[in-house]
T-cell receptor, first 108, second 113 residues
Framework: AQRVTQPEKLLSVFKGAPVELKCNYS??????LFWYVQYSRQRLQLLLR??SRESIKGFTADLNKGETSFHLKKPFAQEEDSAMYYC??????????FGKGTHLIIQP | NAGVTQTPKFRVLKTGQSMTLLCAQD?????MYWYRQDPGMGLRLIHY???????AKGEVPDGYNVSRLKKQNFLLGLESAAPSQTSVYFC????????????FGPGTRLTVL
């Protein structure tokens, strides 16, 4: 069965410091992975998808099939990055499997 | 373009009461989903639909029913609410282009007393 693991419930870093949110997955097929972000009391919105290999708001994520990981990184954290971050694995039309989320707090 | 909307935004029920949550999307998407979000649990899929008139069970379907009579609407019903169904419910939709990006509604905060 597919599984997405985000080992950190809470991550607190200072403004300007690097950020890495970890995500590991378990999936028998070829994975399609996403990072979603939820700012306080707002709806979830897509941040990144691995097939696009893009950088959004300074965040990047690289799929490492050998380590079955899709960690989210940003070199210099900003206060507006404080939010809940969810790693998710797509099963096509059958929906997304989400990790439990990491609450990122950026301290001034 | 309103995207994905949900009605109501908040609701408080007593144990045993019933209610229906409405999700509507104006993007002509084929696929629609209902998730529940609980602290420390992330989002879990309740039911989903891959087209008008079709529904399927997700990870946590017990206690819920759904209907997709129109392509733009996806209803989630609780026939007899229980305190364990206290949660934030999110609806989402995506198209069938293969990109699999889901668009989420604003959520419905439900409390069952």
């Amino acid at each position: 069965a597919q599984r997405v693991t985000q080992p950190e419930k809470l991550l607190s870093v200072f403004k300007g410091a690097p950020v890495e949110l970890k995500c590991n997955y378990s999936y028998s097929g070829s994975p399609e992975l996403f990072w979603y972000v939820q700012y306080s009391r707002q709806r979830l919105q897509l941040l990144l998808r691995h097939i696009s290999r893009e950088s959004i708001k300074g965040f990047t994520a690289d799929l490492n099939k050998g380590e079955t990981s899709f960690h989210l990184k940003k070199p210099f954290a900003q206060e507006e990055d404080s939010a809940m971050y969810y790693c998710a694995l797509s099963e096509g039309a059958d929906g997304l499997t989400f990790g439990k989320g990491t609450h990122l707090i950026i301290q001034p | 373009n309103a995207g994905v909307t949900q009605t109501p935004k908040f609701r408080v029920l007593k144990t045993g009461q019933s209610m229906t949550l409405l999700c509507a999307q104006d993007m002509n998407h084929e696929y629609m989903y209902w998730y529940r979000q609980d602290p420390g649990m992330g989002l879990r899929l309740i039911h989903y639909s891959v087209g008008e008139g079709t529904t399927a069970k997700g990870e946590v379907p017990d206690g819920y029913n759904v209907s997709r009579l129109k392509k733009q609407n996806f209803l989630l019903g609780l026939e007899s609410a229980a305190p364990s169904q206290t949660s934030v419910y999110f609806c989402a939709s995506n198209d069938d282009t293969g990109l699999n990006e889901q668009f989420f509604g604003p959520g419905t905060r439900l409390t069952v007393l």
